[in-house]
């Protein structure tokens, strides 16, 4: 986690963890401290693949409007989130104390389904950048994972 605008949200949480011997998952909590209703949260993601000694930027950017990709439900993303218990309306997020969740919003072993997913993508060190913002807010939170992808063992 790089930046969070703590006027904005607290407690923000991210741990992505083996779930079994195969498979990792996300974990993540936070607590909301204003309603979102308007449905202007962007979100963007980058990767950087790492490329004599550093991380370079790709040219891979990704950036959409989040309630248009929950509306559209592309990627079959809200599908995955009801899977593990996590059923909001991303174009209407409410506070902590106003939504059903009665506190920090949750996501509990949360996988993401492979299949919905382009199938091919570059071997190697990855830095994955991920940053959200509200168009009249500002910066919400920027987070920063590291991963490698290797060839799948075939037997």
């Known amino acids: 986690m790089l930046f969070i605008n703590e006027s904005i ?3 923000m949480e991210f ?5 079994n011997r195969t498979i990792f998952a996300l974990n993540a909590s936070w607590t909301l401290l204003r309603d979102f209703t308007d449905g ?6 980058s990767g950087d693949q790492f490329f004599h ?3 370079r930027f790709t040219g891979q950017k990704f950036s959409v409007n989040a309630c248009k990709i929950w509306k559209l439900n592309m990627f ?26 009665q506190g920090a919003y949750r996501i509990t072993n949360f996988i993401l389904d492979p299949k919905y997913y382009p199938k091919y993508a570059p071997l190697g060190k990855w830095r994955i950048n991920i940053k959200c913002h509200h168009e009249d807010v500002g910066e919400i939170f920027f987070v920063r994972w590291y ?9």
């Open 9 to 11: 949200v607290k407690d």
């Open 15 to 19: 741990k992505f963890a083996k779930y």
């Open 40 to 45: 202007k949260i962007m979100a963007s993601l």
């Open 53 to 55: 000694n550093e991380y």
């Open 76 to 101: 079959h993303i809200k599908d995955q989130f009801a899977n593990v218990g996590f059923d909001i309306d991303a174009c209407d997020i409410k506070k902590a104390a106003s939504h059903k969740f």
């Open 147 to 155: 991963m490698e992808l290797k060839p799948a063992n075939r037997s």
